[in-house]
């Protein structure tokens, strides 16, 4: 297993190239983690910059001595995979922003749909996107990732269709067989720039939403002869792109 991951805001280093991880990261290494001199840790700020440590010293509670000697810098992923995702009901939208942080999706875009029984209005949208933000941060650290995906804003149905636009490979996961949808696990991807993927509600994308975005140049898809929950079913799409476009090879 690769070193456990802890977020920092900057890489400045003391004396000797030490740095000392406290506040709530530092007590999470240090009290829960239990982190011991010799052991490996890597601090990022999970925007790609990242810096492989080793441990020199956990003091009290909530503070952890590292050896810092150099900061990498991982470069942005080819192509890059952005999910557009449904609003679903209860918690399952953080089950689906962290298991599609799990698999490497780069980043994610809550969508609030006709057909969205979930609606983020006022201070419970904005403690919903906090939550899917929270959750994509400590999914980063758990799945040992150095650049976590970024959570934008919540978008309407027409900033979907113009992030569409502009994307290298535009795809809407629409399951209405009668439409004519291609698989996707045959369609031709690029090698780099920008895949946009819509996931739709429970209720699937409405004809209105799906006239708009294929306007946008997006092309309906499926994943299989099976329909998925809205939750899950970026999270088997993402994964099913990495495989196809190489990111896992």
């Given at each position: ?36 001199p010799g052991e ?67 980043a994610i875009v ?35 990732r150095v650049r ?102």
């Open positions: 297993m690769t070193a456990p991951v802890f977020v920092v805001d900057h890489f400045d280093a003391g004396g000797g190239g030490h740095y000392v991880l406290d506040g709530p990261e530092g007590r999470h290494a240090v009290s829960v983690k239990r982190l011991q490996d840790v890597i601090l990022t700020d999970g925007a790609g910059r990242w810096a492989d440590c080793v441990v020199l010293a956990a003091e009290g509670k909530d503070r952890l001595v590292v050896q810092l000697d150099s900061v990498s810098e991982e470069p942005q992923p080819q192509p890059r995979i952005t999910v557009v995702q449904a609003l679903p009901k209860g918690d399952r939208g953080e089950l689906a922003v962290e298991t599609m942080t799990e698999v490497g999706v780069d809550p969508w609030q749909a006709a057909r969205c029984i979930t609606q983020w209005r006022g201070d419970r949208g904005l403690k919903a996107l906090a939550k899917w933000r929270a959750t994509a941060r400590e999914a980063g650290k758990q799945s040992r976590f995906p970024e959570v934008a804003d919540a978008a309407s149905t027409k900033q979907v269709a113009a992030l569409l636009a502009t994307a290298d490979f535009a795809a809407v996961l629409h399951s209405d067989f009668e439409h004519g949808s291609e698989p996707l696990a045959t369609a031709e991807l690029p090698a780099e720039g920008e895949i946009v993927l819509v996931v739709g509600p429970e209720g699937g994308v409405a004809k209105d939403e799906l006239a708009l975005f294929e306007e946008a140049g997006a092309r309906a898809y499926v994943l299989g002869p099976t329909v998925l929950r809205t939750s899950t079913a970026g999270t088997a799409a993402t994964a099913l792109l990495l495989g196809r476009t190489g990111r896992w090879s």
